[in-house]
């Protein structure tokens, strides 16, 4: 994998488990997927399967607010012929000049877009906390218990435990003593004769 990466220039970033912000663009582009397929599905849950082509041309084919304009303009220099469009412009060397235009004005709205969400973001935030090896900490649960039926009444952290290892500049550890922070498991209630 990693000489993959090398080879192709792909800088891999490993995000958190169960930490939807360590990854928010992938998850909020979730969320529009989901909000489109579910509108286009209506009440036949069933029939999923046959709106996904639907559902990505119009996701492909609608401005988007960052870039002003269509992921199908930036990727192929045109936006794709739908079924109330009638002409369509098919010069070549038009085509490659609007495509240049288009990113180059796209890559300016992405990092205008990207230092506003930034000074949003940053506004209210203080520094996340850098632990070392042999302190003591608390490891927030998550949300799932397994063996009761609802997480509501746990505590919302397990501990203390004790840093062992400091995993990367991402501020991920591996602690020593979860086991008896977890405690037996529940029984469940025999059914009475």
């Known amino acids: 994998m990693t000489e993959f990466c090398k080879e192709y220039n792909i800088k891999h970033i490993l995000c958190a488990i169960a930490c939807p912000r360590s990854n928010g663009q992938v998850e909020r582009f979730n969320d529009t ?8 599905v209506g009440e036949d849950q069933d029939a999923w399967e046959s709106k996904i082509i639907e559902v990505q041309s119009g996701i492909n084919g609608t401005i988007n607010a960052t870039t002003g304009t269509t992921p199908s303009e930036l990727l ?42 930034k000074q949003r ?18 490891v927030r649960r998550t949300p799932l218990v397994k063996g009761l039926t609802s997480g509501k009444l746990v505590q919302k952290y397990m501990g203390p435990v004790v840093v062992t290892h400091v995993l990367g500049q991402w501020r991920n550890y591996r602690v020593a003593g979860l086991a008896k922070c977890h405690g037996p498991r529940p029984k469940r209630p025999r059914a009475q004769k």
């Open 76 to 117: 192929y220099g045109y936006r794709p012929r739908l079924k109330f469009d009638v002409v369509l412009n098919n010069n070549q060397a038009d085509r490659q000049g609007k495509l240049k235009c288009a990113r180059d004005q796209a890559v300016a709205n992405i990092n205008k877009s990207e230092q506003r969400m």
């Open 121 to 138: 973001y940053d506004k209210n935030r203080l520094d996340a906390i850098s632990y070392n090896v042999e302190d003591k900490v608390l």
């Open 33 to 40: 997927i989901l909000n489109a397929m579910s509108a286009a």
